[in-house]
Nanobody
Framework: QVQLVESGGGSVQAGGSLRLSCAAS????????MGWFRQAPGKEREGVAN???????VYADSVKGRFTISRDNAKNTLYLQMSSLKPEDTAMYYC????????????????WGQGTQVTVSS
């Protein structure tokens, strides 16, 4: 059983920053791939960033250099630091987990949180 709870969303002006957090209730959290996805109105859900058990990270091209994913295995918590936010970053952001430790693939993520809304105004 995996439970994920996101927090930290909100409204910010373009160029601003936000940090999302995801608290995970799962045994052996450190052995899971963790990731952030987002879905804007009328668009498909897309992968934003993921991180494996060794903290190897993958980013979508649209957020490279602006977003940083990290994890604290001692606290079972995942983070997404978002900087230089743009209006096109507006979306519901979801924390996700996959039952594998390495070589995270977007299609492997099967556990989801409820989401936290991020709104960026111009």
């Amino acid at each position: 059983q995996v439970q994920l709870v996101e927090s930290g969303g909100g409204s910010v002006q373009a160029g601003g920053s936000l940090r999302l957090s995801c608290a995970a209730s799962v045994y052996t959290y450190s052995r899971y791939c963790m990731g952030w996805f987002r879905q804007a109105p009328g668009k498909e859900r897309e992968g934003v960033a993921n991180i494996d058990s060794l903290s190897t990270t993958v980013y979508a091209d649209s957020v490279k250099g602006r977003f940083t994913i990290s994890r604290d295995n001692a606290k079972n918590t995942l983070y997404l630091q978002m900087s230089s936010l743009k209006p096109e970053d507006t979306a519901m952001y979801y924390c996700a987990a996959a039952s594998r430790a390495r070589w995270c693939q977007w299609r492997d993520f099967g556990y989801w949180g409820q989401g936290t809304q991020v709104t960026v105004s111009s």
